[in-house]
């Protein structure tokens, strides 16, 4: 499975290089050059120019999930179990969730500075809130009679959760990372833009800037496989801790 895997990955890439290059040759301009330019580009400027932006850009975005995730699953399974807890915080996840949050960028910024803290707490901002919801409505889809047999034997709710709800939760607390790593990619390339020279955003714009195009489609790239990367890193943890559901 694991080769099968490998050599999809591999095929569309490769297809994804040949339609690029039939654009660029189609195209003939220097803002979409070839991939044969841009991959010797990045073979030479890649760690003396991109790989530190690289890395800290990866730090903000595993950062502000592992925070995500241990604010979200925590509120999540707690909404999904008490009710009176629902009732309390899910009106306040309809408020603010519909909010877009790059619009809460100013105020973030006045809080926290403009350096790593900031940053980090937009992704939490705003991944957080998709772990929440999916970890809520997991618990309340899990069926009323699998808690019976715990429950009629005295059970309390430490052992409901131990037993019931953390391995019915927990492969779809995957899920939920899935998007908000790619949620937290997109306002990354945002965010980074305002108040700091580094990071993978700021690389990409700051190639646009000075009409260096082979730079910024090396940084595209690079935040293309920063994504590849992370999302191979979860599929791994399903296959791997949730065999059962294959």
Known sequence: MKVKNTGRY????????????????AVKSPLF????????????VFFSKIAVHAALSIYRIVAGLIISVLIGSILGLL?????????????????IYPIPKIALLPIVMIL???????????IVIITVFQIVITMRDTVKNIPKETFYSLTSLGAGDIV???????????????????????TAISVLFFTENFGTVQGIGYFIMDAWMRVNYIDMYSGI??????????????DALDRIFYRWKN
């Open 10 to 25: 591999i095929f569309i890439l490769f297809l994804i290089f040949i339609l690029w290059h039939i654009a660029s040759a």
């Open 33 to 44: 050059p070839p991939p044969t330019a841009v991959f010797c580009n990045l073979r030479e």
């Open 79 to 95: 909404m999904g179990f008490y009710h009176s807890v629902d009732r309390v915080l899910s009106p306040v996840i309809y408020f």
């Open 112 to 122: 926290f500075g403009l350096g790593e803290l900031s940053k980090i707490t937009l």
């Open 160 to 182: 409901v959760f131990k037993e019931i709800i953390l391995p019915a939760a927990a492969p779809e607390l995957l899920t939920a990372v899935r998007l908000g790593a790619g």
């Open 221 to 234: 790239l690079v935040l293309g496989g920063i994504g590849l990367i992370l999302f191979s890193f979860v």
